[in-house]
């Protein structure tokens, strides 16, 4: 990715209650019987109602039963992401055009509610498709969106996100990790920790510092798409926490 930098403008949509039709019956949560009941929230519609059972089965039959074994070795199988991109959980709410599911955001967040749901931290599916994958569609280029994001969709390309370092972690304007140019090249010199998928990864965007004496830091700060295999990219050790054990970092 270039030097330019633009500032990411985040759009808070905000879902107002809906009328409730007359023809329509579906509970709000303090009606029904369980919070897990499928058909009911009137946010959502009866596709919502079909992609949750997907979901939902997903998670019962392909998680759940090894998850405990996960949080052991405290990381799940890459291939898991191969499983939930042939079942069209991954990319929820990207174009179909794109290597998505070409479902709406409402469908993405009933993907993490499942897997909220499960009990089940340690799959990365969040990071992948909501960060990620959507950081390429609404600010790559279209070079960029050919090349990932069809393999993302499909979970052959696991991607993550580089932001945290030893001495930042929330505060990402005092990050130390530099990238300078090189020809057309870039150097990027830097550690990073606590990164989702680290440890299966194929693709991570690393936040550099490109300009050092900008005004505002986040001005001088640029994302870097960055393929596992590069020159002087090595991964650590899987770490073992103390919570969200099965989370691969």
């Known amino acids: 990715m270039g030097p330019q930098v633009g500032i990411i403008q985040m759009e808070f949509t905000h879902f107002h209650r809906l009328v409730q039709h ?4 579906r509970l709000e949560i303090g ?11 009137n946010i959502f519609n009866e596709q919502h109602d079909e992609f949750r059972k997907k979901a939902r089965l997903f998670f019962e039959e392909n998680v ?32 179909v055009e ?15 509610e499942e897997q909220f749901y499960s009990n089940c931290s340690g799959p990365g599916f969040q990071m992948h ?23 993302m969709g499909a979970g052959r390309i696991i991607g993550g996100l580089a932001m945290t370092e030893p001495n930042a972690g929330s505060d990402v304007q005092r990050i130390q990790t530099r990238a300078k ?40 700060t640029t994302l870097f798409l960055v393929d596992y295999g590069k020159e002087g990219f090595n991964k650590g050790r899987v770490l073992h926490k103390i919570g969200h054990i099965g989370a691969i970092l």
């Not at 090894?66 to 990207?94: I, R």
């Not at 090249?185 to 004496?213: C, M, S, Y």
Request: contains cysteine; proline residues 5%.
């Open 31 to 41: 009606q029904a019987a369980s919070m897990l009941d499928i058909g009911i929230r």
């Open 129 to 151: 498709s909501d960060i990620v994958m959507q950081y390429i569609y609404k600010h790559g280029s279209n070079e960029q969106m050919e090349r990932y994001l069809p393999g």
């Open 181 to 220: 140019q090189d020809g057309t090249d870039w150097i990027l010199n830097g550690a990073k920790v606590f990164i989702t998928n680290g440890h299966l990864l194929d693709l991570v965007i690393v936040a550099a510092v490109t300009e050092p004496t900008a005004k505002k830091a986040a001005h001088g």
């Open 98 to 112: 794109h290597g998505g599911a070409g479902r709406d955001f409402l469908s993405s967040m009933i993907m993490l």
């Open 64 to 95: 759940v039963p090894d998850h405990e074994m996960w949080e052991k070795q405290h990381h799940c199988p890459k291939e898991l992401f191969t499983w939930a991109g042939s079942a069209g959980l991954l990319g929820v709410d990207t174009p």
């Open 22 to 25: 007359p023809s329509v019956s």
